[in-house]
Nanobody, 125 residues
Framework: VQLQASGGGLVQAGGSLRLSCAAS????????VGWFRQAPGKEREFVAA????????YYPDSVKARFTISGDNAKNTVYLQMNSLKPADTAVYYC???????????????????WGQGTLVTVSS
């Protein structure tokens, strides 16, 4: 499966952005789709994930209640709605997909086999 991430940009603190992750090559079906981010000099960090079958979602405490992940079956696309953005959210955001990921591995980048190219989100203070 090929992933194309888009929607990044420059936004002021407190603003919102919606990222998109479009899949081609096959449907997500049994996949888990996740968003990760990486700021300069830092490790890749888990942001959100959704089970394509069933729709369960997962978030770390750092973004819970501010970010929402959702999926559109018809468009084979996953979205990440980001609200109340902070300068600390500045990073390159990547979407990723993995098949049959167990719950304990949902937040681990190594569990995901397919990665998009990344989209830059910059939040100014």
């Amino acid at each position: 499966v090929q992933l194309q991430a888009s929607g990044g940009g420059l936004v002021q603190a407190g603003g919102s952005l919606r990222l998109s992750c479009a899949a081609s090559g096959r449907t997500f079906s049994t996949y888990t789709v996740g968003w990760f981010r990486q700021a300069p000099g830092k490790e890749r960090e888990f942001v959100a994930a959704i089970r394509w079958r069933g729709g369960s979602t997962y978030y770390p405490d750092s973004v819970k209640a501010r970010f929402t992940i959702s999926g559109d079956n018809a468009k084979n696309t996953v979205y990440l709605q980001m609200n109340s953005l902070k300068p600390a959210d500045t990073a390159v955001y990547y979407c990723a997909a993995g098949n049959r990921i167990i719950l304990a591995q949902v937040m681990a980048p190594s569990a995901y086999d397919h990665w998009g190219q990344g989209t830059l989100v910059t939040v100014s203070s």
